[in-house]
């Protein structure tokens, strides 16, 4: 990956917020936008596990998501389409970590909440009937408009490290 996409693509992964969920249930779509953290070639974020899009996703064994950075030209649009499988979180030490990399991203929460987000292991379940789930992406395609040609290519996140 060539410096500039690579660094357009950190970028996007540390500052850009939301990611949006495509799934379906009987011919159904339905996209949901989620804040999400960025961790080992994974994207976690909390949900509610009666949601449209969880409770969509059990049942499937690829959903698809995308990530945008907002843009005023057309020749900026920059981000990810990716497919890929959901799964809960219950390892604790991932939990842990995820939960501090949430809040330092989302630093809104702290100031609202205090230290108790962190401290209390299950916070988001007892405040947002939340749990953590992982995005575990299979294939992610790059669309890149400022590019003249090959605006879409297929990466590897490990190609970031």
Not at 26 to 31: E, H
Not at 87 to 113: D, E, P, R
Not at 151 to 157: A, D, G, N, P, V
Request: charge should be positive; charged fraction near 25%; include cysteine.
């Amino acid at each position: 990956m060539e410096i500039e996409a690579k660094n357009k693509t950190i970028h996007l992964i540390n500052e850009t917020r939301v990611m949006t969920l495509a799934v379906s249930d009987n011919d159904i779509p339905w996209s949901s936008p989620v804040y999400f953290v960025f961790h080992d070639d994974r994207f976690y974020f909390f949900s509610n596990e009666n949601s449209r899009h969880i409770t969509y996703a059990k049942d499937q064994k690829r959903i698809s998501a995308s990530i945008f950075h907002d843009a005023d030209h057309m020749d900026q649009i920059f981000g990810f389409q990716m497919s890929g499988r959901l799964a809960k979180v219950s390892k604790i030490t991932i939990y842990l970590t995820i939960v501090k990399k949430y809040v330092s991203k989302f630093s809104f929460l702290k100031q609202v909440f205090g230290p108790q987000i962190i401290e209390n292991k299950d916070f988001f379940l007892e405040k947002f009937k939340s749990h953590l789930y992982c995005f575990h992406p299979d294939e992610i395609f790059l669309s890149d408009n400022s590019r003249g040609t090959d605006k879409r290519s297929k990466i590897e996140l490990r190609q970031l490290v």
